[in-house]
C-alpha cells in the first residue's frame, strides 16, 4: 500500500501498545496522514485543495446540523424559520451565512481540485479510481447542494426546484412521471420539501463515505505531483507529516481568511436577493438562475434551441448537461499521452488554458439571462467543451510531441534550488 | 474503440451546438422597461463605514430612529414589517418604557377568557402586525397591487440600500415618449417594471417633523428609513463585522505563525545545495 520506505508506526507508550494490538487505529492515522506515508516532495500550493475541500465539507457538516436543530422543513414556516435563526437563534447568522457561503467554497475550492487534476494528468493510471470517485463525489454535491437551496423555501428555492426537476420531464414517455415522483406531487410543495430536506441531511455523509474510498483509492499509488512522473526512490519523498501538514495548515489559514472575508462582510454577495422573498407558486421571477457554481452546466442546458435529429431541443439541452459531466469519467481512456503533467505537453498545455477560459465563459453565460449574444455565444463554447475532450484531446493526446522528462523528482527538485535559487528551467526541451 | 465512439458523440453534440448557433431566429423585441431601467444611486451610509466598503462601521442610532419614525408616519399605512419585534427596537437606542408605549400603540390578535377571537395592545415580545390580514384584503384596499412586507426589503433587492433610497427619490413626471403608462400607475425608472403602483410617499420637504433638527427633506427622509430597513433586514450586522474584524485578525497571526513554522520543517528540503 505505500513505499517500502515508509516509516513504520511504533508506539511509544503501555497504552499506544495496549491499544494498537487491539484497534491499531492510531497506525492507521499515521499511515494516511502522518509520518507513514511518504508524500512528493514537490507538490505545490495547488494539492492543498483537496485537504481544504475536507474542510470545507465538515464546516458544512457541522453548521448544517446546528441549522438543523433550529429549522422546520415545513412549506408554512420553512422560510420564517430561517429568518428566525437569522435574528432569534444566538449566533445563527453566524451559523447559517458559513452554511450558505460554505456551500459556494466548497465548489470553489473543489473545482481548483478538479483542474489542478486535469493539468497535471492525476486521473491518468494508476489513479483512474481516484479521479472517477471524485467525480462521483462532484456529483452527489451538486445534488446536495441544489436540495439544500430549495429548503430556505425562497423564491428561487422554489423556481429552482421547478425548473431542475422539470429537466426529467424532457424524457420521452416517462418524464413527466419521473418529476411528480421526484417532487412528490405535481408541483414544488410540503411534500417535496421533507424529501429535499432528508436527503440534504443524508448526502453528506454519503460523500463522506465516498471520500473516504477516494483517499484510500489514493494511497494505493500516493500523490501525483506537478512533474507526473513516478516517486522513484526515498529521495523523491518526505513523510506527509511534518512536512505536508505543515504546509497544508499555510494553505487552510489563508482559505479561511478568505472564507471570512465573504462570511462576515459580504455574506450575501453570492447568492440572489431573490432568495430573501418568500416562495410564491403564483409569481414567476423574471430571471430564474442556479447559484454560481451551477452556471457553466446551466449554460449547456440552455444551449440547445433547435430539433436536431427528431430530438426535440429540450431534450438535447437535458442530454447534454448530463453528459457534460460524464463523459469524464472517460477522461482516462480519452487521453492516452504516457506524460500526465501538462508541464511536459506544449500543446495540451496550451489546451489546457483555452478550456479553462472556456468553462468561465460558459459561467458568465449561464449567470445571464437567455437572450442575444449570450444564447449564441454559450453555443459556441458548449461545442467547444465537448469538442475539447471528445475530438481534440484524444487527437493531441497521439499527436503531440512531448518534452524530455526529469530523470526523478529530486532531480527537477534541485533543479529549482540547486543552483542558489535561481530559476533554472525544470526540463531541457527534447530538441 | 472508446475514442471512435467519443468521436461520434463529440460530433454530434459540437454540430448540433453550432447548428443552433447559425439557425436564425427571430429577433428579439426591444425591452422598452429594461431601457428604460436605471440601477441604484450611490450614497455613503454610516453602517458601510469608511471608504463605503463595509468593512467597519455601525448603523448612525438617531438615523435608524429618524428612519423608524419615518416608517411609522409614512410607510406603515400599507407596508407591514412583520419580522421585527417591538423588543428588537432596543437595537435602536429606545429605552425599555418607549417600547412598552410604542408596542402598546398597535393591536394584536388575542383570545379572551370565553375562547372568542379578540384584540389586545401589543407587548415587547410581540412582532409589528400585519396591517393587512391577507393579501386578498390588500389587493382590495390598494386598488388591486399587494404592499410588500419591508423586514427583508434591503436584502430581497440587489444593492438593496441604495434601492430603496432611489424607489424612493426617484419619480418622476416626465414619463418618455412611446411608454404607456395607466393612470392608476406611477412612472419610477427605478422600479424593474417602470411603472409602481405605490404613489409616491414621500412628497414634499417638512412631511415628517424631525425632533432632532436634522433637515426636514425628502431626501433625508428617504436615507434615513433606507438605513432603517437595512437594520430590519440585517439586525446583527454590527455584530456580525465586529466579529469578522475579531476572526480575521486571529487566522492572520495563526497563518503567519503556521507560515513561520512551515518554513522550519522546510528548511532542510529548500535550502540551497
Known amino acids: 500500500m505505500s513505499f517500502p520506505w515508509a516509516k513504520e508506526y511504533k508506539p511509544t507508550s503501555a497504552v499506544g501498545q495496549w491499544m494498537d494490538e487491539r484497534l491499531p487505529l492510531p497506525r492507521f492515522i499515521f499511515n494516511a496522514l502522518g509520518p507513514g506515508y511518504p508524500t512528493p516532495k514537490n507538490l505545490n500550493a495547488f494539492y492543498n485543495f483537496g485537504v481544504l475541500a475536507g474542510v470545507a465539507l465538515v464546516i458544512q457538516i457541522i453548521t448544517g446540523v446546528v441549522l438543523a436543530m433550529h429549522y422546520a422543513p415545513n412549506v408554512a414556516i420553512a422560510f420564517d424559520s430561517v429568518e428566525h435563526i437569522m435574528r432569534d437563534v444566538n449566533g445563527g447568522w453566524m451559523i447559517r451565512y458559513m452554511h450558505a457561503v460554505g456551500a459556494s467554497f466548497f465548489f470553489g475550492v473543489v473545482y481548483i481540485h478538479i483542474f489542478r487534476g486535469l493539468y497535471y494528468g492525476s486521473y491518468k493510471p494508476p489513479r483512474e479510481m481516484i479521479w472517477m470517485l471524485g467525480l462521483v463525489i462532484f456529483l452527489l454535491m451538486m445534488a446536495t447542494a441544489f436540495m439544500g437551496y430549495v429548503l430556505v423555501w425562497g423564491q428561487m428555492s422554489f423556481w429552482g426546484a421547478q425548473v431542475i426537476t422539470g429537466l426529467f420531464s424532457a424524457l420521452p414517455v416517462v418524464g413527466t412521471s419521473i418529476q411528480t415522483w421526484l417532487l412528490g406531487g405535481f408541483s414544488p410543495d410540503n411534500a417535496t420539501l421533507n424529501r429535499f430536506f432528508s436527503l440534504h441531511y443524508l448526502l453528506p455523509f454519503v460523500i463522506f463515505g465516498v471520500i473516504v474510498l477516494h483517499v484510500w483509492a489514493l494511497h494505493i499509488p500516493g500523490s501525483n505531483n506537478p512533474t507526473g512522473i513516478d516517486v522513484k526512490s526515498e529521495a523523491d519523498t518526505v513523510p506527509f507529516h511534518p512536512y505536508y501538514t505543515a504546509k497544508d495548515f499555510v494553505g487552510l489559514g489563508i482559505y479561511l481568511i478568505v472564507f471570512s472575508a465573504f462570511v462576515f462582510f459580504m455574506p450575501n454577495s453570492l447568492g440572489e436577493p431573490d432568495n430573501y422573498i418568500p416562495a410564491n407558486p403564483l409569481s414567476t421571477p423574471a430571471h430564474i438562475v442556479p447559484e454560481w457554481y451551477f452556471w457553466p452546466f446551466y449554460a449547456i442546458l440552455r444551449a440547445f434551441t433547435t430539433d436536431f435529429l427528431g430530438v426535440p431541443a429540450k431534450l438535447w439541452g437535458v442530454i447534454a448537461m448530463f453528459a457534460s459531466i460524464l463523459l469524464l469519467f472517460l477522461l482516462p481512456w480519452l487521453d492516452t499521452s504516457p506524460v500526465r503533467s501538462n508541464n511536459y505537453r506544449p500543446l495540451s498545455r496550451i489546451l489546457f488554458w483555452v478550456f479553462v477560459v472556456v468553462a468561465l465563459l460558459l459561467g458568465v453565460c449561464g449567470g445571464k439571462p437567455a437572450e442575444e449574444p449570450w444564447v449564441r455565444l454559450s453555443q459556441v463554447l458548449t461545442a467547444y467543451y465537448f469538442a475539447h475532450f471528445l475530438i481534440i484531446l484524444p487527437i493531441v493526446s497521439k499527436l503531440e510531441k512531448t518534452k524530455a522528462l526529469p530523470g526523478s523528482i529530486s532531480e527537477a527538485v534541485l533543479a529549482k534550488y540547486g543552483k542558489g535559487g535561481g530559476a533554472a528551467p525544470v526540463a531541457q526541451p527534447a530538441e | ?273
Open chain 2, 1 to 273: 474503440m472508446i475514442r471512435l465512439g467519443a468521436l461520434a458523440v463529440g460530433l454530434l453534440f459540437v454540430l448540433n451546438a453550432l447548428w443552433g448557433a447559425v439557425v436564425p431566429r427571430e429577433e428579439a423585441t426591444p425591452d422598452m422597461a429594461k431601457q428604460l431601467h436605471k440601477h441604484p444611486k450611490h450614497v455613503e451610509w454610516a453602517h458601510n463605514g469608511p471608504g463605503n466598503l463595509g468593512i467597519f462601521g455601525t448603523f448612525d442610532r438617531g438615523q435608524l430612529q429618524r428612519g423608524f419614525q419615518v416608517y411609522k408616519e409614512v410607510c406603515s399605512a400599507c407596508h407591514s414589517i412583520n419580522r421585527v419585534a417591538f423588543r428588537d427596537l432596543a437595537d435602536l437606542g429606545f429605552s425599555e418604557a418607549q417600547i412598552k408605549a410604542i408596542a402598546a400603540e398597535y393591536e394584536v390578535a388575542a383570545i379572551d377568557a370565553n375562547g372568542e377571537p379578540t384584540t389586545r395592545k401589543a407587548t415587547p415580545a410581540d412582532k409589528f402586525p400585519l396591517v393587512y390580514a391577507n393579501e386578498a384584503a390588500a389587493r382590495a384596499a390598494q386598488n388591486g397591487a399587494n404592499p410588500p412586507d419591508l423586514s427583508l426589503m434591503t436584502k430581497a433587492r440587489p444593492d438593496g440600500t441604495n434601492y430603496v433610497y432611489s424607489l424612493l427619490t426617484g419619480y418622476s413626471d416626465d414619463v418618455p415618449q412611446g411608454w404607456a403608462k395607466p393612470d392608476t400607475l406611477y412612472y419610477n425608472p427605478y422600479f424593474h417594471s417602470i411603472n409602481i403602483a405605490m404613489p409616491p410617499p414621500l412628497a414634499a420637504d417638512g412631511q415628517v417633523t424631525y425632533a432632532d433638527g436634522s433637515p426636514a427633506t425628502v431626501d433625508q427622509y428617504a436615507k434615513d428609513v433606507s438605513a432603517f430597513l437595512t437594520w430590519t433586514a440585517e439586525p446583527k450586522l454590527e455584530n456580525r463585522k465586529e466579529t469578522g474584524v475579531a476572526a480575521i485578525l486571529f487566522l492572520i497571526i495563526m497563518t503567519g505563525l503556521g507560515y513561520l513554522s512551515y518554513r522550519k520543517v522546510w528548511a532542510d528540503i529548500k535550502k540551497p545545495a
